[in-house]
């Protein structure tokens, strides 16, 4: 049929397959200099990808450190904040590996993104929360001085 006539014409083509699809799950796991993977994008950006910067880790600019640090992760928000350029986005595609196999019944991508966060800086108090604090103290004992 068809595909042999294909075969014949492009004898060393290979089949189109779509890239893999990997759970958060599974990308946790790649969270060592052995192995390191990260998550990239999201809804408006095409989606979230997975990247596999293994071999990448002593070639970043920024150095092996602030990729480890979000091993395993999603980093699409430090990404972003950041501000790569275009160089970088297009260097990226090489480690493309695959993308985020979305579970339907977990929260919303930024509502875990915040969560890691929160829990990946060491956790405390946010630092406004701090501050609103010792202005209250500060304007409780100017206050009882007065009278």
Same mark, same amino acid.
């Not at 969270?31 to 970043?60: A, M, P, Q």
């Not at 090489?94 to 829990?119: F, H, M, Q, R, W």
């Given at each position: 049929?068809?595909?042999?006539?294909?075969?014949?014409?492009?004898?060393?083509?290979?089949?189109?397959?779509?890239?893999?699809?990997?759970?958060?799950?599974?990308?946790?796991?790649?969270?060592?200099?052995?192995?390191?993977?990260?998550?990239?994008?999201?809804?408006?950006?095409?989606?979230?990808?997975?990247?596999?910067?293994?071999?990448?880790?002593?070639?970043?600019?920024?150095?092996?450190?602030?990729?480890?640090?979000?091993?395993?992760?999603?980093?699409?928000?430090?990404?972003?904040?950041?501000?790569?350029?275009?160089?970088?986005?297009?260097?990226?595609?090489?480690?493309?590996?695959?993308?985020?196999?979305?579970?339907?019944?977990?929260?919303?991508?930024?509502?875990?993104?915040?969560?890691?966060? +929160?829990?990946?800086?060491?956790?405390?108090?946010?630092?406004?929360?701090?501050?609103?604090?010792?202005?209250?103290?500060?304007?409780? +004992?100017?206050?009882?001085?007065?009278?």
């Amino acid at each position: 049929g068809t595909s042999a006539f294909f075969r014949f014409i492009f004898p060393y083509s290979r089949p189109i397959t779509m890239s893999a699809v990997y759970t958060e799950t599974e990308v946790t796991e790649h969270n060592t200099e052995k192995s390191c993977w990260f998550i990239v994008g999201n809804e408006s950006s095409g989606g979230r990808k997975v990247y596999d910067v293994t071999k990448y880790l002593n070639d970043h600019p920024g150095g092996p450190e602030i990729i480890l640090d979000l091993a395993g992760k999603d980093a699409d928000e430090m990404f972003e904040d950041i501000g790569h350029s275009s160089e970088a986005r297009n260097k990226m595609k090489e480690y493309l590996i695959g993308s985020v196999k979305e579970d339907p019944n977990a929260p919303k991508p930024t509502k875990g993104k915040k969560v890691a966060a +929160v829990s990946s800086s060491g956790g405390g108090l946010n630092p406004v929360a701090i501050i609103l604090l010792l202005l209250a103290i500060a304007a409780g +004992v100017y206050f009882s001085q007065l009278k």
